[in-house]
């Protein structure tokens, strides 16, 4: 029953919104992804800075591909390759292009609606934007309801099983120990506090990314006279062109835009949380970011695996077997048996950072509900320990079933007040484009032009007395209406 429901909500109804959100958003925003494609990569630039005590938006960025790029970039892509053939890839891609659009918008608002902690750092995130967006505090309290549920226990615990279980397979090391391992090497992690997480998010995920973008590259490098037919084939099995394809058009469609859409997370309401933490000067800065990061994980780390499945010749239609021993199986038919050690090695890096991230993601919520709770904290995070070991050692199929339906219900939220919230979200928009007509390479968001917004004037002060500084040597910034 449980699958049913899972695979109508999850399966069929969230993909039509998603894509059909991430569209509208694409068209009304003038393409926003597209004409901020090149300024991405300047923004990117500008975001190694961080403010004295506070994280900067390459952090807040590297925290929030630690929970993007995680498992289903390794065996999300090998499920979408086996059961709807190379075609697949072609439509996460297209997923991803429109899901740039809705993570812009997310992360735009959760930065505008964030709040200071009174640490010196700030939260925020869809709960935020509902409740001081859209005055809804009844939809603010189930969203942080679900997330704590979904990301920070259940989610917890699925990780756990697939890290454990995957280092028993390369190196024989029993679940029961490396459960407990890992829950010490976590806990050590989660008492240091979001500074902390932040700071093994910065050193794990580029090794972990880059590691893997540089072995997908050698695997391309020695089939490199098939990459152009590997290419085309991707592309007309995307239209049923290709005859040795050609019956799985409808699963290639469906696999690709389920798996995009989990892998990459657009709009599903998670990376607006750590996307809040940053400090920066206006929030559409870390909306282009943001929007990065889902170029990031899907056209470069799952594109990565598709061809290093589809280019190692293991691959046949019909492929029988998990999404990890397929991507295991087709790295060793390339380079050999330490193939397999090195994809069980890398899963364990992206399992790893993605519980911190969401671990993160629960905690925000538990804040959001209980306040500055010490004892609450305490709590949660020996309770995430513990399920993290619990996991390591059960299998909780019947338990993560549940967690897809609540992570469904949780973007349903999200989506429902990013609708309600999109023309906040366009003039936020707008006044960024305007500053950069203007010539102002790093546009500045002054709260005192938008009196009618429910924002936290302390976490924009530091921006506004910037702003002064900068007016008083001469800019002129334009006023957003």
Same mark, same amino acid.
């Given at each position: 029953m449980?699958?049913?429901i899972n695979?109508f909500?999850?399966?069929?109804?969230?993909?039509? =919104?998603i894509?059909?959100?991430?569209?509208?958003?694409?068209?009304?925003s003038?393409?926003?992804?597209?004409?901020?494609?090149?300024?991405m990569?300047s923004v990117?630039?500008?975001?190694?800075?961080?403010?004295s005590g506070?994280l900067s938006s390459?952090q807040?960025?590297?925290l929030s591909l !630690?929970?993007?790029v995680?498992a289903?970039? =390794?065996a999300?892509v090998?499920?979408a390759v086996t059961l709807g053939?190379?075609?697949?890839?072609?439509?996460?891609?297209v997923?991803?292009?429109?899901?740039?659009?809705s993570?812009?918008?997310?992360?735009s608002?959760?930065q505008?609606?964030?709040r200071?902690d009174?640490?010196?750092?700030y939260?925020?995130?869809?709960?935020?934007y509902?409740?001081?967006?859209?005055?809804?505090?009844?939809m603010?309290?189930?969203?942080?309801a679900?997330?704590l549920?979904?990301?920070?226990f259940?989610?917890?615990?699925?990780?756990?099983?697939t890290?454990?279980h995957s280092?028993h397979d390369a190196?024989?090391?029993?679940?029961h120990?490396s459960g407990?391992?890992l829950a010490v090497?976590?806990?050590?992690?989660f008492?240091g506090?979001?500074k902390r997480i932040?700071s093994?998010?910065?050193l794990?995920?580029?090794?972990k990314?880059l590691?893997?973008i540089?072995v997908?590259l050698?695997v391309?490098a020695?089939q490199?006279?098939?990459?152009?037919?590997m290419l085309?084939?991707?592309?007309?099995?995307a239209f049923?062109?290709?005859?040795?394809?050609g019956g799985l058009?409808g699963?290639?469609?469906?696999?690709?835009v389920k798996?995009g859409?989990?892998?990459?997370?657009a709009?599903?309401?998670? !990376?607006?949380?750590?996307?809040?933490?940053?400090?920066?000067?206006h929030?559409a800065?870390?909306?282009?970011v943001?929007a990065f990061s889902v170029f990031?994980?899907t056209?470069?780390?799952?594109?990565?695996t598709?061809l290093?499945i589809l280019l190692?010749?293991?691959?046949?239609?019909?492929?029988?077997g998990?999404g990890?021993a397929?991507?295991q199986?087709?790295?060793?038919a390339?380079v050999?048996d330490?193939g397999?050690i090195?994809?069980s090695?890398?899963?364990?890096l992206?399992?790893?950072t993605?519980?911190?991230?969401?671990y993160?993601l629960?905690e925000?919520?538990?804040q959001?509900l209980?306040g500055?709770?010490?004892?609450a904290?305490?709590v949660?995070?020996?309770?995430?320990m513990?399920?993290?070991?619990?996991?390591?050692v059960q299998n909780l199929s019947?338990?993560f079933a549940?967690?897809?339906?609540t992570m469904t219900?949780?973007?349903?939220?999200?989506l429902?007040?990013?609708a309600m919230?999109?023309?906040t979200g366009l003039?936020v928009?707008?006044d960024?484009?305007?500053?950069r007509?203007?010539g102002?390479k !790093?546009p500045?968001?002054?709260?005192?032009?938008?009196p009618?917004?429910?924002?936290d004037r302390?976490?924009?002060?530091?921006?506004? !007395?910037?702003?002064?500084i900068e007016?008083?040597?001469?800019k002129t910034i334009?006023?957003?209406?």
């Amino acid at each position: 029953m449980l699958e049913m429901i899972n695979d109508f909500l999850s399966g069929k109804l969230l993909i039509v =919104i998603i894509v059909g959100l991430g569209g509208y958003f694409t068209i009304r925003s003038r393409f926003v992804q597209f004409r901020h494609f090149f300024h991405m990569f300047s923004v990117f630039k500008e975001s190694l800075q961080s403010s004295s005590g506070q994280l900067s938006s390459f952090q807040a960025l590297m925290l929030s591909l !630690a929970g993007r790029v995680g498992a289903g970039n =390794i065996a999300g892509v090998g499920i979408a390759v086996t059961l709807g053939g190379p075609g697949a890839v072609f439509w996460m891609w297209v997923t991803a292009l429109v899901g740039m659009a809705s993570s812009y918008f997310e992360c735009s608002l959760a930065q505008v609606y964030k709040r200071s902690d009174g640490d010196g750092l700030y939260r925020g995130g869809p709960a935020y934007y509902i409740q001081y967006g859209l005055k809804l505090r009844w939809m603010a309290i189930l969203f942080a309801a679900l997330l704590l549920v979904t990301y920070g226990f259940t989610f917890n615990g699925l990780q756990s099983f697939t890290i454990t279980h995957s280092l028993h397979d390369a190196f024989g090391f029993e679940p029961h120990y490396s459960g407990i391992v890992l829950a010490v090497l976590l806990g050590l992690v989660f008492f240091g506090g979001i500074k902390r997480i932040a700071s093994v998010s910065d050193l794990l995920v580029p090794v972990k990314t880059l590691a893997y973008i540089a072995v997908t590259l050698y695997v391309i490098a020695t089939q490199i006279e098939h990459v152009p037919d590997m290419l085309l084939t991707i592309v007309r099995s995307a239209f049923g062109v290709d005859p040795a394809f050609g019956g799985l058009l409808g699963s290639a469609i469906v696999m690709g835009v389920k798996r995009g859409v989990f892998a990459n997370e657009a709009g599903l309401g998670s !990376a607006p949380n750590v996307a809040a933490v940053a400090a920066v000067k206006h929030p559409a800065a870390q909306g282009v970011v943001q929007a990065f990061s889902v170029f990031l994980d899907t056209f470069v780390i799952c594109t990565c695996t598709a061809l290093l499945i589809l280019l190692s010749g293991f691959y046949t239609p019909g492929f029988e077997g998990d999404g990890i021993a397929l991507t295991q199986n087709s790295l060793a038919a390339v380079v050999g048996d330490w193939g397999r050690i090195f994809v069980s090695v890398a899963l364990s890096l992206f399992v790893f950072t993605c519980i911190l991230y969401n671990y993160y993601l629960g905690e925000n919520s538990l804040q959001f509900l209980f306040g500055r709770n010490r004892v609450a904290l305490v709590v949660f995070r020996a309770l995430v320990m513990a399920l993290v070991y619990w996991g390591s050692v059960q299998n909780l199929s019947t338990v993560f079933a549940f967690a897809d339906i609540t992570m469904t219900c949780l973007a349903f939220v999200n989506l429902i007040a990013l609708a309600m919230l999109f023309k906040t979200g366009l003039r936020v928009l707008h006044d960024y484009d305007e500053q950069r007509r203007a010539g102002i390479k !790093a546009p500045v968001f002054d709260a005192s032009r938008f009196p009618e917004l429910d924002l936290d004037r302390d976490a924009w002060k530091p921006i506004e !007395a910037e702003q002064n500084i900068e007016s008083s040597v001469g800019k002129t910034i334009p006023i957003s209406r």
